[in-house]
């Protein structure tokens, strides 16, 4: 079992609707999470991170963590084809704050 | 301006070449990472470092080298290279708790072996 669980996809979302993205994880003790934004053939570019349960927003993304659940999940609101990636969702694991773990990615793709 | 370079970009390179990926963050971070990713797989971690002096094999195995002789270089290096090593090569740095900000990505090393 992957200690950071993603579908992988892909996603299609028609443009200007709300996109879903959910990742979870396997350890309680998890403090830090972050959503890195994928372009094909291009690195990893962090563009949330969440610390505490509930909603954080910063423009037209919003993460949602819910500990109890083991879960964190991105909206993108107002979907544009510039939105169309692949979306990581990464871990901090309580039993040591060396690494980062990475899910295996949502492909999500904008229907003009 | 603080960042992470990578060098070449690109790179197409013959069987059985030696050849060392450059990697140099500005940031003053002290842990740095080489991933290894093909197209649309997931990152692969092939190799961390704690500071200078350190390194560590990551979780897939790999049959580069890299060495950490100053805070700020970190580069990979393959003796000899096979068409099999074909792949994105993607360094990261982060703080000492990478849990306070996240990893920050140089723009890879696509890398050809032919």
């Known amino acids: 079992q992957k200690e950071v669980e993603q579908n992988s996809g892909p996603l299609s979302v028609p443009e200007g609707a709300i996109a879903s993205l959910n990742c979870t994880y396997s350890?309680?003790?998890?403090?830090?999470f972050f959503w890195y934004r994928q372009y094909s053939g291009k690195s990893p570019e962090l563009i949330m991170s969440?610390?505490?349960?509930g909603d954080k927003e910063d423009g037209r993304f919003t993460a949602q963590l819910n500990k109890a659940s083991q879960y964190v999940s991105l909206l993108i609101r107002d979907s544009q084809p510039s939105d169309s990636a692949t979306y990581l969702c990464a871990v901090t694991f309580s039993f040591g704050n060396e690494k980062l773990t990475f899910g295996t990615g949502t492909r999500l793709t904008i229907i003009p | 301006e603080a960042d992470i370079y990578q060098t070449p970009r690109y790179l197409v390179i013959g069987t059985g070449k030696k050849i060392t990926l450059e990697c140099s963050q500005t940031m003053g971070h002290d842990k740095m990472y080489w991933y290894q990713q093909d197209p649309g797989m997931e990152l692969h971690l092939i190799h961390y470092s704690y500071g200078v002096n350190s390194t560590e094999k990551g979780d897939l195995s790999s049959e580069s080298t890299v060495s950490r002789i100053r805070t700020e270089h970190f580069p990979l290096t393959l003796e000899s290279a096979r068409p099999s090593h074909t792949s994105q090569y993607l360094c990261?740095?982060?703080?000492?708790?990478?849990?306070?900000?996240?990893?920050?990505f140089g723009s890879g090393t696509r890398l050809t072996v032919v």
């Open positions: 350890d309680r003790g998890s403090q830090s």
């Open positions: 990261a740095s982060s703080d000492l708790d990478p849990g306070n900000y996240g990893y920050t």
């Open positions: 969440i610390y505490s349960n």
